[in-house]
């Protein structure tokens, strides 16, 4: 192959590597070191975040008495990057979506929403809400006098009003991971 090899007229069979050929392996493996760097980065950066159960994006469903979403095991936890949600991550939950009263704001049956912990919401934040009749949902919040109206972004769907003092709020939405099979 013309350039890959050379000949030496003076040694029987004296082939050799061109010197340009000879550096080949050598930034072969400066390659692979830097793309091995960069992966051990980024897995050093990924933290686990604990899938703790089901919420629905439709009309709320009953819970139980205690108000705890988990259905899952300590071992169910999706892994994220560190760069994909700033801040701390200590607080961080995650929820399977159950419906489709969020399908406008792209969160569609079956996805996973990232939660931080909140007790608060401010207008517009979409957020998981425990009702005082023991149950939840995921809708949008909006303080509306002494009721709160929580909103679904499905126009087929109602808004559902409620007494501010029959709401608590859980948790609010950081992140979407669409489920694609």
């Given at each position: ?6 000949r030496d007229a003076e ?5 050799r590597l061109?010197e340009?050929?000879?550096a080949?392996p050598?930034?072969?493996q400066q ?15 990924m ?14 469903i ?9 259905v ?6 999706i ?7 700033p ?5 961080l939950?995650?929820l399977r979506v159950?419906g489709?009263?969020?399908i406008?704001?792209?969160?569609n ?6 939660m ?7 207008n517009?934040d ?7 009749d023991d ?14 109206r929580?909103?679904p ?6 808004p559902?009003?409620?007494d501010r ?5 859980q948790?609010k ?5 669409r489920?694609?099979a």
């Amino acid at each position: 192959v013309r350039g890959l090899q050379e000949r030496d007229a003076e040694v029987a069979r004296g082939w050799r590597l061109p010197e340009k050929v000879a550096a080949v392996p050598g930034q072969v493996q400066q390659s692979v070191n830097k793309v091995m760097e960069k992966a051990n980065t980024a897995v050093a950066s990924m933290f686990r975040v604990p899938l703790i159960g089901n919420i629905v994006a439709g009309s709320p469903i009953e819970v139980g008495n205690d108000g705890d979403f988990s259905v899952y095991d300590e071992e169910d936890a999706i892994e994220l990057g560190s760069s994909m949600i700033p801040g701390r991550h200590d607080d961080l939950f995650a929820l399977r979506v159950s419906g489709d009263s969020m399908i406008d704001a792209m969160v569609n049956d079956g996805d996973i929403v990232i939660m931080r912990k909140e007790n608060d919401a401010r207008n517009g934040d979409m957020v998981a809400v425990w009702l005082s009749d023991d149950t939840t949902t995921l809708k949008y919040f909006y303080h509306e006098g002494n009721k709160v109206r929580l909103q679904p972004a499905n126009p087929t769907m109602e808004p559902i009003y409620v007494d501010r003092e029959d709401v608590q709020v859980q948790g609010k939405v950081m992140m979407v991971l669409r489920q694609t099979a």
